[in-house]
């Protein structure tokens, strides 16, 4: 059976999802620079934002750390992609060697023929299983960078009670919130796009 649509689908959709990652790198640069002026903002604040500071520290690692995983999500995608390519080169010589075996018939030939096609098509069965394993690697990357945006919405929250105490920095302190909640968001939206991306070329 011809699965060529499945493996071009894996690779398109690795080629998406590395695509949609550069965005979400961007974004998270956001986060990393909203942290640092959440923290600039603290420090003129005194003693009026001490409770802040811890949670500028928490939002400028969680931006740290999503652009690292974005770096090795963009490095699984590369993997998913080299091996649909494989699967598909090892299902096109399959489907080369089936048919000359049907072309030969009884041919003495058509036997060891025969052989060879089964080894390719075992092959071709191996790629396929290596590129659903890659895949779902890929799926767990983009969990884990989903479950930290998901954490921003409660820090962002956080961050609106503990800005009441900043007096006079209250609103700075509030706009910075928002500016990584509406991140977060952005991040959740692409993440769970990439996701059904990938469902969509497994079934």
């Not at 640069?29 to 420090?43: G, Q, R, T």
């Not at 969680?62 to 299902?91: P, Y």
């Not at 290596?130 to 930290?148: G, H, M, N, P, T």
């Amino acid at each position: 059976m011809n699965t060529y649509p499945q493996e071009q689908a894996f690779f398109v959709s690795s080629a998406v999802v590395a695509g949609r990652l550069l965005t979400v790198m961007q974004i998270a640069k956001e986060i990393s620079l909203a942290a640092k002026n959440a923290k600039a903002i603290a420090e003129r604040a005194g003693e009026k934002a001490n409770s802040f500071k811890p949670i500028t520290d928490f939002i400028d690692e969680m931006g740290r750390e999503t652009i690292q995983l974005v770096e090795e999500i963009n490095e699984q995608a590369l993997s998913v992609s080299r091996s649909a390519v494989d699967e598909l080169r090892c299902t096109e010589a399959s489907d080369r060697f089936a048919k000359a075996a049907e072309l030969l018939g009884e041919h003495q030939r058509a036997a060891s023929l025969h052989d060879q096609v089964e080894h390719i098509r075992q092959d071709a069965l191996s790629q396929q299983k290596e590129v659903r394993k890659q895949a779902q690697i890929l799926l767990d990357f983009l969990e884990r960078i989903w479950s930290c945006m998901r954490a921003s919405g409660v820090i962002s929250t956080r961050s609106r009670v503990e800005a009441v105490s900043a007096d006079e920095y209250q609103d700075s302190l509030n706009v910075v919130a928002e500016t990584i909640e509406k991140a977060s968001e952005r991040i959740k939206d692409i993440i769970r796009e990439c996701e059904n991306n990938i469902h969509l070329s497994m079934k």
